[in-house]
């Protein structure tokens, strides 16, 4: 079963850090996709975080993210990681990895598979 399991979420506060994974399953090579990290906190829409594509592993970032945010790649282990640096409390959300082959990385509509989300929650 083709299926991305993400983990690392939990609760810290304004201006701690946390380390997301995303790891794929036997039946999806990570590295032959891009991987999109998304977040939706509640009552709004799910918002596109941050991006690593495929081949050249070149990346993206929401403007909200860029400085603190560095998404990455282990291909060993067929995992991305998404580190987060500085966290703030508008951070919180559920946080969700997703791989495909996107024209417009921050699209949800642009990716095939997703995980199941995990949660960050920055509070004091």
Known sequence: QVQLVESG???VQPGDSLRLSC???SEITLAYYGIGWFRQAP???REGVSFIHPSDESTKYANSVKGRFTVSRDNA?????????SLRPEDTAVY???AGHPTMWAIMQEYD???Q????TVSS
């Open 113 to 115: 598979t997703w995980g």
């Open 96 to 98: 969700y990895c997703a």
């Open 117 to 120: 989300g995990t949660q960050v």
């Open 43 to 45: 009552g709004k829409g």
């Open 9 to 11: 979420g939990g609760l």
């Open 77 to 85: 282990k067929n995992t991305v990681y998404l580190q987060m640096d």
């Open 23 to 25: 790891v794929g399953s």
